[in-house]
């Protein structure tokens, strides 16, 4: 019964990913048993001594532990807070009960299918079968890591990758925020996640580790498995464009797809609690810490830049906006202290373990007032209600920060350029034109999968059950006409 409940459930995803997105994935044959991403090396030889079995570190275990926890904290209670603090008072609980059930849907989804899709050998698209309902995990088995010879619980990769997985689809949520039927929302989760996450994911991160690597030949194999945009060398470290662009693409379709909010720049929609947004961006920072040094996958010097990089990129991006909104609107406010956090954080991303902390800092700048160009002059220009402004934040922020993740990387601008793992060293011949257009490719690729595969979701998902609710419950709230309950009671 298991047998066909895989089969089942791997046919359907995989035959609808093919129809969404025309793109043909060639899997290997169940008669291959080809080994997860995430195992161990295998033996060098038969004929050879087995080597002995890799075992996690307990240092890289806790460490790993404690970044799933605080990645979680940035949904729960995190950006929940943050966005519903964004909202107004009659929406604010409808934005908690959409972060708390898409956290614990996307879960249960990745647990069954997305883990192993995104994080097992399948094709340069998508993963493969290996990893449906988690099957062959134990508590032996371990993950590769980006240093040869170190491994992780494969457990806590999976959960820490879970935690990824949960809050960039909640993420999405804002752009729609105040309108959007519920159900509706659960059903395109499900479909983004399938065919937008799950990709995207497994193109941008997935390879086998680098334990096999000995020479130019062995690489060449290694990489020939990975995915396709780890394949062309697209560096982002934690996301940057399987998160950020990822979601913010999603959400701005769904914006023009579902339509303005009644009032909608003839009524004001301020946001009813700043200190619910001060406590969540001050979460999402707090938590931002487990997404980017974890990101590392070890407690090692990668961990520490990381950190440090998140650090010091936030803070300035918090300084160039409020000085940006100082000088524009004569006074800064909390909203833009809020949104400049958040900003950095965005950006930092994709470059934190590749940049240095100068880099860190120029590209946390950069971000402070690009991004706030993002939520005023271009959504303007694209006449967008992002209801939260998912896009001019973590569109912008994000697509800024892959493309300077491929100027600060360089070696001569204090980044760490990239590891050659023939050589166990830096490559020397660092060009930053040939990563910028790597790093742009990643973009344009992210782009323009999620919005295709999220347009056509949408429309499916309006023409099947309808996407917004009726006028009456939108002005009356979606805490009461949604959920039948209110946050703040008289």
């Known amino acids: 019964m298991l047998t066909w409940m895989k089969r089942l459930v791997a046919g359907s995803a995989m035959a609808l990913a093919i129809g969404s997105t025309g793109v043909m994935v060639t899997s290997p044959s169940f008669a291959d048993e080809v080994k997860p991403a995430v195992s161990a090396p295998a033996a060098a030889a038969a004929a050879a001594p087995a080597a002995p079995a890799l075992v996690p570190n307990k240092g890289d275990t806790a460490w ?38 898409v956290f614990s ?6 647990s069954i299918y997305g883990y192993s899709f995104a994080f097992t050998e399948g094709g340069a698209f998508i993963g493969g079968l290996d990893r449906l309902f988690l099957a062959g995990i134990t508590p032996d088995s371990v993950a590769a890591t980006f240093s040869k010879g170190i491994v992780v619980p494969e457990f806590v990769f999976m959960a820490f990758q879970a935690a990824f997985a949960t809050i960039t689809c909640c993420l999405i949520i804002g752009s729609f925020a105040e309108r959007a039927k519920f159900s509706a929302i659960l059903v395109f989760m499900v479909l983004w996640f399938t065919f937008s996450y799950l990709p995207i994911a497994h193109m941008v991160w997935f390879w086998p580790g680098p334990d096999d690597i000995k020479d130019a030949a062995s690489l060449e194999a290694i990489t020939a498995r990975a995915g396709w945009l780890w394949q062309k060398g697209v560096l982002d470290f934690a996301g940057g464009t399987v998160v950020h662009i990822n979601a913010a693409i999603a959400g701005l379709v769904g914006s023009f797809v579902i339509g303005k909010r009644i009032g909608y720049g003839k009524e004001a929609m301020k946001p009813h609690n700043l200190v619910y947004v001060m406590i969540g961006a001050s979460l999402l920072w707090f938590g931002w810490f487990g997404f980017n040094a974890g990101s590392a996958l070890e407690a090692n010097g990668s961990a520490a830049l990381a950190f440090v990089n998140t650090y010091l990129a936030t803070a300035a991006a918090v300084l160039t906006w409020s000085f940006a909104e100082w000088v524009l609107k004569g006074k800064p406010s909390m909203l833009g202290a809020a949104s400049g956090c958040v900003a950095g954080l965005v950006a930092i991303t994709p470059a934190a373990g590749f940049v240095g902390p100068m880099g860190a800092l120029a590209i946390g700048a950069a971000a402070g007032v690009v991004c706030l160009w993002g939520v005023t002059g271009l959504k303007k220009i694209l006449g967008s209600d992002d209801s939260l402004d998912v896009f001019g934040v973590h569109g912008v922020g994000g697509i800024l920060g892959a493309l300077l993740t491929g100027v600060f990387a360089d070696p001569a601008l204090g980044g760490t350029g990239i590891w050659d793992y023939v050589a166990n060293a830096t490559a020397p011949d660092y060009s930053i034109a040939s990563q910028l257009w790597i790093q742009s490719q990643g973009v344009i690729t992210t782009l323009i999968w999620s919005g295709v595969v999220s347009f056509i979701a949408f429309k499916l998902i309006d023409i099947v059950i309808g996407l917004r609710v009726k ?15 209110s946050a703040y009671e008289s």
């Not at 006028?471 to 309950?485: F, K, N, P, V």
Request: net charge negative.
């Open 105 to 110: 849907l996307i879960t249960v989804l990745w």
């Open 471 to 485: 006028e009456d419950e939108e002005r009356e709230g979606l805490d009461i006409s949604s959920h039948g309950e």
């Open 64 to 101: 790993l532990l404690v970044c799933t926890a605080l990645v979680i904290l940035m949904t729960l209670p995190g950006l929940a807070l943050f966005y519903g603090g964004l909202t107004r008072s009659k929406n604010i609980l409808s934005i908690l009960v959409q972060c708390m059930v």
